[in-house]
């Protein structure tokens, strides 16, 4: 069974940035689509961003320009480079995988999932 492993969460003002990594085991993924998504207590989750085999990456709106998905090459580490950060990225943050060459920021063509982590921007 894939493992993903999140970390780098944490509490940052207005204007910080952060960088979350998630760490995979058990099976790689160097060709599987790799994706970040966020949920905040009591709304759906939200796709923020996504890496297809060939690298090719796609953004919601909400993040564009700001946050910057990236993977190591032998697919051991995914990261979120989160820049600009403001009190509505606040959320929990989870890693998700997919044995399929492109995904998308739907989170019904995950199944392998972290457990999350938790970012809080105040303002």
């Known amino acids: 069974q894939p493992r993903l492993v999140e970390s780098g969460g944490g509490s940052v003002q207005a204007g910080g940035s952060l960088r979350l990594s998630c760490e995979t085991s058990g099976n790689r993924y160097t060709k599987h689509c790799m994706g970040w998504f966020r949920q905040i207590p009591g709304k759906e989750r939200e796709g923020v961003a996504s890496?297809?085999?060939?690298?090719?990456?796609t953004y919601a709106d909400s993040v564009k320009g700001r946050f910057t998905i990236s993977q190591e090459p032998d697919g051991s580490t995914l990261y979120l480079q989160m820049n600009s950060l403001q009190p509505e990225d606040t959320a929990m943050y989870y890693c998700?995988?997919?044995?399929?060459?492109?995904?998308?920021?739907?989170?019904?063509?995950?199944?392998?999932w972290g457990q999350g982590t938790q970012v809080t921007v105040s303002s």
């Open positions: 998700a995988g997919a044995r399929f060459y492109r995904c998308g920021l739907s989170d019904g063509q995950y199944p392998y």
């Open positions: 890496i297809d085999v060939d690298g090719s990456t």
